[in-house]
């Protein structure tokens, strides 16, 4: 996104260069806001009205080929003996746990088939198979990020509280270590969403009771405990002699899905291109404004079925901020009618393939980490919108910490539900 002003660094050499100015701005008038508001609305009432038989046969189809995947995985593992058994086993098994948290978990969870009516798939009590508690997961994610996407000091996905994600987080010498934290966060990044809503950063700072943690620790304890002791004592158990392969097997299997599920969230927020807001800007935002919104601060990953498959189609992260609790197997389906959106009003479709998204977020993590007077300039926003005139109030806008303190309490809202043959 910047390029340094010093290209001589060796170890860095990807970083160097300069960003070619931006075009002028595109200058969305209030009409046109409002115009884009109404035409995803109706693109989305269209969709809901057709939801049917063949979301529900997808669904279930993918269930069943998950749990197929789980079983071959950990059946492979009793013949772990074998170098291919066990390498086939762990492929399966990575398999499973991918599925189950991206295109099932993570799309369950947000009300997507809430209107199927079907206990096992319903938001409010679904269970997947990772450490963070699902409570606190529809929080942290459902609520505080698909509400405040992108909006500085209010969506905490943005460096999850330890890396810097964005020029408009003040540099500090602790930011050096951008790339190591980032790394890490990949490595474990089921932890690190288990320990979202503790706001570590907070903790530190003094600006959250350490005995607030208390509700969040006693899911904490449950749920990875449970998570734990399958996949490190009961499974490995079950194999006899074959406990430490089958270990590592399973540890290996948690680790591939960590780095792909970080490797797809990262790429869908964070690549080159895509805005970040101020709370003044997003300040008593209309539903046009929300949409457009979402629309600047997301990236989509282009690729075959398979991989939209095995990343939830959360490669199609444009349309999932739009559409969360739409069955994300329709968003390639509306994917075009929203680019024609965006090329009607002259608005950037931020997409790519994977590397070249992949590479992209990496490249912010490491320039970043380096002080500001090391890097070019950010040049200003690509979209301007006319916004309505503010209407007069007895209290100013509220700060960061009263809305990051609501946050914090309020409950997810609930998804609708759509009957349907």
């Excluded at 990020?145 to 810097?164: A, K, S, V």
């Amino acid at each position: 996104m910047f390029g340094l002003s010093l290209p001589s660094i060796p170890f860095l050499p990807f970083l160097s260069g300069s960003r070619a100015p931006d075009p002028d701005p595109v200058v969305l008038s209030r009409e046109q806001v409002e115009d884009i508001g109404r035409e995803l609305d109706a693109l989305r009432d269209r969709t809901v009205a057709s939801l049917g038989a063949d979301d529900r046969e997808y669904i279930y189809r993918v269930i069943k080929a998950q749990r197929g995947f789980e079983v071959a995985g950990r059946g492979l593992l009793f013949l772990g003996f074998l170098p291919p058994a066990w390498i086939a086993g762990v492929a399966a098994l990575s398999v499973s746990k991918i599925l189950d948290n991206m295109e099932i978990g993570h799309n369950v969870m947000h009300g997507q088939y809430d209107w199927m009516r079907e206990p096992g798939l319903n938001s409010r009590v679904f269970e997947w198979d990772t450490v963070c508690p699902s409570d606190q997961w529809r929080h942290s994610h459902n609520y505080v990020h698909h509400t405040y996407t992108n909006i500085l000091d209010m969506d905490r996905d943005i460096g999850y509280g330890i890396l810097r994600m964005d020029p408009a987080q003040p540099w500090k010498p602790y930011y050096l270590g951008n790339p190591l934290y980032a790394a890490a966060l990949m490595l474990l990044f089921e932890w690190g969403v288990m320990l979202h809503d503790a706001e570590a950063d907070r903790l530190l700072a003094g600006k959250r009771d350490l005995r607030e943690l208390g509700p969040l620790a006693r899911g904490w304890w449950h749920k990875a405990g449970r998570q734990v002791l399958k996949d490190y004592l009961v499974f490995p158990l079950l194999t006899g002699p074959l406990f430490v392969p089958t270990l590592l097997g399973n540890a290996t299997a948690n680790l591939v899905r960590n780095v792909w599920a970080f490797s797809v969230i990262f790429c869908g927020h964070f690549p080159s291109g895509v805005q970040s807001f101020t709370e003044e800007e997003t300040a008593d935002e209309t539903r046009g404004e929300w949409y457009v919104r979402q629309l600047l601060g997301s990236a989509n990953i282009t690729g075959s079925p398979l991989m939209h498959l095995m990343t939830g189609n959360l490669s199609h992260q444009i349309e999932h901020h739009l559409f969360p609790d739409l069955p994300a197997r329709r968003y390639p389906e509306i994917a075009p009618q929203v680019r024609a959106l965006c090329e009607k009003h002259g608005l950037p479709y931020n997409t790519g393939g994977l590397l070249r998204q992949v590479a992209s977020v990496w490249r912010k993590i490491f320039t970043l980490a380096l002080p500001p007077s090391w890097v070019s300039e950010p040049s200003e926003s690509s979209v301007v919108i006319e916004r309505r005139p503010r209407p007069a109030q007895s209290d100013p806008v509220p700060t960061a910490e009263r809305r990051a303190d609501a946050a914090r309490t309020a409950e997810p809202p609930r998804t609708l539900v759509h009957d349907t043959v």
